[in-house]
């Protein structure tokens, strides 16, 4: 039987890919954000890590290895895994995570509180989350 992978997400794209409508850093980023979120919806696992992840894997911001607003990014990411009481390197089923942030960020009106200063917040603030059940 094929092992069961395992995609590294960092806390705070929970939230991105809560309102992801197609936009991005660039038009790569932004096709492999969609397979991304495609894949996990499927009922993958995710290991939650602060640092580059899958998703960060196609984007023009990441410097060798290291996102090019690491502080802001780490940031979010903690603030994230702080409200949800998780770990960072925790390992858990993207639907389980998700639901975390919905109820615990997202559902109860935090997530400026976060990343209300983000260059996407203008289309989050306006979008039903899609892990809204
Ligand atoms: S490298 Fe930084 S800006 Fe790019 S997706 Fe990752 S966290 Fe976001």
Not at 25 to 37: A, D, K, P, Q, R
Not at 49 to 70: F, S
Not at 74 to 92: H, K, P, Q, T
Request: glycine share 10%; with cysteine; charged share 35%.
């Amino acid at each position: 039987m094929e092992k069961e992978k395992i995609y590294t997400l960092r806390p705070h794209h929970g939230m991105c890919l809560a309102y992801f409508e197609g936009k991005g850093y660039s038009s790569s980023f932004c096709v492999h954000m969609g397979e991304v979120l495609e894949k996990l919806e499927k009922g993958a696992k995710v290991k939650l890590i602060v640092a580059g992840d899958e998703i960060c894997a196609a984007c023009p911001n990441l410097k060798q290895g290291m996102c090019r607003t690491a502080e802001r990014t780490a940031f979010y990411d903690r603030s994230v895994l702080d409200r949800c009481g998780l770990r960072e390197n925790e390992i858990l089923g993207f639907q389980e995570f998700v639901s975390k942030v919905e109820r615990e960020i997202l559902k109860p009106g935090k997530r400026k509180e976060i990343c209300g200063g983000c260059q996407w917040d203008e289309i989050c603030k306006k979008k039903k989350s899609r892990w809204e059940k």
